[in-house]
């Protein structure tokens, strides 16, 4: 088996991270991002979320939603409700979908505004 990646652009990075009770816990939310920067705008974005869904989802709307947006992410007041809207997380023994929406806005924060830093 083979696994090709391509070489990316120096304007492009990606960040990685995850919210889980303790160390070596399965990640209650997590997100994988792919940013293409325009000095600290995101010119373009691929994200993919964990852990708040019942399975991996790439966030097509939210990440179109980034396009044009400074870094760090200032008050985006729209990023929850768009969070719910795109990944419908659902109640689940132990977390409630609102905390599931929470945790994702979170990590989504962390994790673009690690690039701010890059």
Known sequence: M???VPKQKPS???SFSELSR???DFALAG???LVEKDGERIAAARLVYFGCTDCAKVASSISQKLRGQ????????WL???IAAELKPVDTPGLK???KVQ?????TRRTLNDLHMT
Do not use: E, F, K
């Open 2 to 4: 083979q696994v090709r």
């Open 12 to 14: 492009v990075y990606w």
């Open 22 to 24: 303790r160390h070596g």
């Open 31 to 33: 997100l994988a991002a």
């Open 70 to 77: 400074a870094l760090p992410l200032g008050d985006c007041d």
């Open 80 to 82: 929850s409700d768009a």
């Open 97 to 99: 979908a609102r905390t």
């Open 103 to 107: 945790l994702a806005n979170a990590v």
